[in-house]
């Protein structure tokens, strides 16, 4: 017998320019990140073929099931091998979804670089550098 899981946590994504903009709510399980997995494929598709952003709006996300690891890392890698860049994070500082983050998503590999800011600006300056641009 089969038995479905509501999602838990929600998120919302948007492409802006040549970036994509995501802001990720509560605590996720992985039928959250297969909901978010599927869309964020779909919204991806336009850009690829070119390099493309990444921002990630973080402070609202309250961690996750470790099932979700299984969703969320392969899917990093669908987006490196598909053109992503640059991924900014943003979020307070904590120690704990820092290192739940570092599980799933890689900081270098080749062109890749994934970084952490604490604000928006940072992070929007940062990308800008490298022609990935969000309003600030």
Known sequence: MKIDFAQHGSFTLTVENNVI??????????EAAIA?????????????????????YLDEWELCEAEMFQVITPLVTWCIDNGLKKAAHIYSKSAIKKHFIDQMVIERLGDFERCIFTSKTEAADWLAEYNFIVQR
């Open 21 to 30: 903009v995501a802001t990720l709510n509560g605590s996720w399980n992985k």
């Open 36 to 56: 978010y997995k599927n869309q964020f494929m779909h919204v991806a598709q336009p850009l690829i073929g070119n390099p493309w952003g990444h921002i990630v």
